[in-house]
C-alpha cells in the first residue's frame, strides 16, 4: 500500500482571532490542514515555506486590503484559488474580489457548513483547471501527468522557477521525463516564445563537443567548409537544457562554465568571442555532489547550474498517478498504431502498480506499447510481461498468498478510513490519497459494503 497523501492545505488571513479560530475548527474536523496568519508578513512567509491549495483571506485587513493582498501573490508568480471573507464590504468591494480571480465571495458571519462547501468546491474547481492547463502543456512541449503530491510539487516548483532566470538542476533516475519538467519550465518562461534545445552531452564525442556547441568558422579544421552555428548560438533568446550533464568532460566543463560566467562564446577558428542571451537548464541522474567529491565534475560549475534544484520522483513512489499514465499513454498508443480503443482489466491496473519500474514512466510507456499491440481488445493480466508479473512456477503458491495477504492487509486499511469519515467515500479517498472512482472500484473487488464500516 502507498502512504495516505497529505491532506489539502489551507490558508486564512484574517485579523481577527476569533474568525481564524472558528475557521479554523470548522475545516479541520473535515479532514483540512488549516494555516492560519494575522497579518500579510505571516501569511506571504507561509506561501514561501509551505504548498498551499486555498486562501481565505478577509478584504479588510489592517495593513493592506485583502485583495491588493491576493493581487501580490499573483505577481509573485503563486496560482492560488482564493476565497473572500467580509463583514463590511461593500457590494463594489465584493465584485472587485470575484473580478480579480477570487473563487467566491462568503459575507460575515457565516456558517460552518458554508465555509467548508465552499473551500471542497474551490478545491474542485481548481483540479478541474489544473487538468485544463496540463492538457494545453502536453500539447506542447510537456507530457507531466499526475495528480500525486509528488508530482504537484515538481510541477509547482517548475511553474514558481520557470518566471526567473535561474539555473535549474533537474535531477532524477532514467525515465522520470526531467525532459518533460524542462520543457514545461521554458514553455512557462518569457523565453517561451524563443528556441528551446536539447543536448545530450552522453551522446556527443569529446572531439566534436566543442564545435557542435559553440560552432565553428569557415576554414578552422579540413572538412570546415562553411560557417556552422553552434547550439548555444542556435539557443539564443530561449533555453539550453543540458541533459546528462555529469557525463561532460573536465575540458568541456571548463567551456561551459565560461559561457555561464561571462555569456560569450567562441567559435572554433574564430577570433571574436559572442555574447549569448541562453537560460541553461541541467540535468542528470547521478549524484553530482559525490562526483565533485571525487574530482570528475567542476564545484565551481556545479554551484552555477545547482540554483535552483527539482528532483522528479521515481516512478515507484508515487504509483496512485499509474492509472491516470496508462490511460493517458494507452489513448496515445492507440491513435499511431492504429489500433481501436482497448479496455484493461482492474487487475492489470493493480499488478502494474505493484511492479517496482526500474525504467519509470519510459519503461511503462514501452510496456504498455508491447501489451497494446499484442492483445486483444481486453487486455488481461495474461497479457502483461512474464518479468513483470514475477511469474516463476515455482513461485506461483508464493505470489497469490502475497495478493491475499495485500488485499486483506488493503481491505482493513480502506474500512479503518471509511469508519474514521463515517462512510464519507469522497473524504477517504482524499485522506487514501486516491481518486474517488478508484477507491469505489476497489471497494467492489475487495467486497467492503456498508455493514463493514456502518457499525
Same mark, same amino acid.
Given at each position: 500500500? $502507498?502512504?495516505?497523501?497529505?491532506?489539502? $492545505?489551507?490558508?486564512?488571513?484574517?485579523?481577527?482571532?476569533?474568525?481564524?479560530?472558528?475557521?479554523?475548527?470548522?475545516?479541520? @474536523?473535515?479532514?483540512?490542514?488549516?494555516?492560519?496568519?494575522?497579518?500579510?508578513?505571516?501569511?506571504?512567509?507561509?506561501? !514561501?515555506?509551505?504548498?498551499?491549495?486555498?486562501?481565505?483571506?478577509?478584504? @479588510?485587513?489592517?495593513?493592506?486590503? /485583502?485583495?491588493?493582498?491576493?493581487?501580490?501573490?499573483?505577481?509573485? /508568480?503563486?496560482?492560488?484559488?482564493?476565497?473572500?471573507?467580509?463583514?463590511?464590504? $461593500?457590494?463594489?468591494?465584493?465584485?472587485?474580489?470575484?473580478?480579480?480571480?477570487?473563487?467566491?465571495?462568503?459575507?460575515?458571519?457565516?456558517?460552518?457548513?458554508?465555509?467548508?462547501?465552499?473551500?471542497?468546491?474551490?478545491?474542485?474547481?481548481?483540479?478541474?483547471?489544473?487538468?485544463?492547463?496540463?492538457?494545453?502543456? !502536453?500539447?506542447?512541449?510537456?507530457?507531466?501527468?499526475?495528480?500525486?503530491?509528488?508530482?504537484?510539487?515538481?510541477?509547482?516548483?517548475?511553474?514558481?522557477?520557470?518566471?526567473?532566470?535561474?539555473?535549474? #538542476?533537474?535531477?532524477?533516475?532514467?525515465?522520470?521525463?526531467?525532459?518533460?519538467?524542462?520543457?514545461?519550465?521554458?514553455?512557462?518562461?518569457?523565453?517561451?516564445?524563443?528556441?528551446?534545445?536539447?543536448?545530450?552531452?552522453?551522446?556527443?564525442?569529446?572531439?566534436?563537443?566543442?564545435?557542435?556547441?559553440?560552432?565553428?568558422?569557415?576554414?578552422?579544421?579540413?572538412?570546415?567548409?562553411?560557417?556552422?552555428?553552434?547550439?548555444?548560438?542556435?539557443?539564443?533568446? /530561449?533555453?539550453?537544457?543540458?541533459?546528462?550533464?555529469?557525463? #561532460?568532460?573536465?575540458?568541456? @566543463?571548463?567551456?561551459?562554465?565560461?559561457?555561464?560566467? %561571462?555569456?560569450?562564446?567562441?567559435?572554433?577558428?574564430?577570433?571574436?568571442?559572442?555574447?549569448?542571451?541562453?537560460?541553461?537548464?541541467?540535468?542528470? !541522474?547521478?549524484?553530482?555532489?559525490?562526483?565533485?567529491?571525487?574530482?570528475?565534475?567542476?564545484?565551481?560549475?556545479?554551484?552555477? #547550474?545547482?540554483?535552483?534544484?527539482?528532483?522528479?520522483?521515481?516512478?515507484?513512489?508515487?504509483?496512485?498517478?499509474?492509472?491516470?499514465?496508462?490511460?493517458?499513454?494507452?489513448?496515445?498508443?492507440?491513435?499511431?498504431?492504429?489500433?481501436?480503443?482497448?479496455?484493461?482489466?482492474?487487475?492489470?491496473?493493480?499488478?502494474?502498480?505493484?511492479?517496482?519500474?526500474?525504467?519509470?514512466?519510459?519503461?511503462? @510507456?514501452?510496456?504498455?506499447?508491447?501489451?497494446?499491440?499484442?492483445?486483444?481488445?481486453?487486455? %488481461?493480466?495474461?497479457?502483461?510481461? &512474464?518479468?513483470?508479473?514475477?511469474?516463476?512456477?515455482?513461485?506461483?503458491?508464493?505470489?497469490?498468498?502475497?495478493? &491475499?495477504?495485500?488485499?486483506?492487509?488493503?481491505?482493513?486499511?480502506?474500512?479503518?478510513? #471509511?469508519?474514521?469519515?463515517?462512510?464519507?467515500?469522497?473524504?477517504?479517498?482524499? &485522506?487514501?490519497?486516491?481518486?474517488?472512482?478508484?477507491? !469505489?472500484?476497489?471497494?467492489?473487488?475487495?467486497?467492503?459494503?456498508?455493514?463493514?464500516?456502518?457499525?
Amino acid at each position: 500500500m $502507498t502512504e495516505p497523501a497529505s491532506r489539502p $492545505t489551507v490558508l486564512v488571513l484574517d485579523d481577527e482571532k476569533n474568525i481564524r479560530r472558528s475557521i479554523e475548527l470548522a475545516l479541520e @474536523q473535515e479532514g483540512f490542514q488549516v494555516i492560519t496568519a494575522p497579518d500579510v508578513s505571516s501569511a506571504l512567509r507561509t506561501l !514561501h515555506e509551505r504548498i498551499v491549495e486555498v486562501l481565505i483571506i478577509d478584504i @479588510q485587513l489592517g495593513e493592506i486590503d /485583502g485583495i491588493t493582498f491576493f493581487r501580490k501573490t499573483q505577481a509573485d /508568480g503563486f496560482s492560488i484559488p482564493a476565497i473572500f471573507i467580509s463583514g463590511h464590504a $461593500t457590494l463594489t468591494q465584493a465584485a472587485l474580489a470575484v473580478k480579480s480571480g477570487g473563487f467566491d465571495f462568503i459575507e460575515k458571519p457565516f456558517s460552518a457548513e458554508k465555509i467548508v462547501v465552499t473551500v471542497r468546491r474551490c478545491l474542485e474547481m481548481s483540479a478541474i483547471k489544473e487538468r485544463l492547463r496540463l492538457a494545453d502543456v !502536453h500539447a506542447g512541449p510537456s507530457d507531466i501527468v499526475g495528480e500525486s503530491r509528488p508530482v504537484k510539487q515538481v510541477v509547482a516548483a517548475a511553474m514558481k522557477v520557470a518566471r526567473t532566470q535561474a539555473s535549474v #538542476l533537474i535531477v532524477g533516475e532514467s525515465g522520470t521525463g526531467k525532459e518533460l519538467v524542462a520543457g514545461a519550465i521554458h514553455a512557462q518562461s518569457q523565453r517561451g516564445d524563443g528556441p528551446m534545445v536539447k543536448v545530450n552531452c552522453s551522446a556527443i564525442p569529446d572531439a566534436l563537443l566543442e564545435s557542435e556547441l559553440f560552432g565553428y568558422e569557415k576554414g578552422a579544421f579540413t572538412g570546415a567548409v562553411a560557417n556552422k552555428k553552434g547550439l548555444f548560438e542556435i539557443a539564443h533568446r /530561449g533555453t539550453i537544457f543540458l541533459d546528462e550533464v555529469a557525463d #561532460l568532460s573536465l575540458p568541456a @566543463q571548463a567551456k561551459i562554465l565560461r559561457v555561464l560566467q %561571462s555569456g560569450e562564446i567562441q567559435k572554433v577558428g574564430a577570433q571574436q568571442a559572442m555574447q549569448v542571451d541562453v537560460r541553461v537548464l541541467s540535468g542528470t !541522474h547521478k549524484d553530482l555532489k559525490e562526483a565533485v567529491a571525487a574530482g570528475r565534475f567542476r564545484e565551481d560549475l556545479f554551484y552555477r #547550474l545547482n540554483v535552483v534544484p527539482i528532483r522528479v520522483p521515481a516512478l515507484r513512489e508515487r504509483p496512485e498517478d499509474i492509472p491516470l499514465l496508462v490511460s493517458f499513454f494507452a489513448q496515445r498508443i492507440c491513435a499511431k498504431n492504429h489500433l481501436k480503443p482497448k479496455t484493461l482489466e482492474e487487475d492489470v491496473i493493480w499488478e502494474l502498480q505493484r511492479y517496482h519500474w526500474p525504467g519509470n514512466v519510459r519503461e511503462l @510507456q514501452n510496456v504498455l506499447e508491447r501489451v497494446l499491440i499484442m492483445s486483444g481488445e481486453q487486455v %488481461s493480466v495474461r497479457d502483461l510481461p &512474464e518479468e513483470l508479473l514475477q511469474d516463476d512456477p515455482a513461485d506461483r503458491g508464493k505470489v497469490s498468498a502475497l495478493k &491475499e495477504f495485500r488485499d486483506l492487509a488493503e481491505r482493513e486499511f480502506v474500512i479503518g478510513a #471509511l469508519k474514521r469519515n463515517n462512510g464519507n467515500v469522497s473524504q477517504s479517498a482524499l &485522506e487514501l490519497g486516491v481518486r474517488r472512482t478508484y477507491l !469505489h472500484r476497489r471497494m467492489a473487488v475487495l467486497k467492503i459494503n456498508k455493514k463493514d464500516y456502518f457499525v
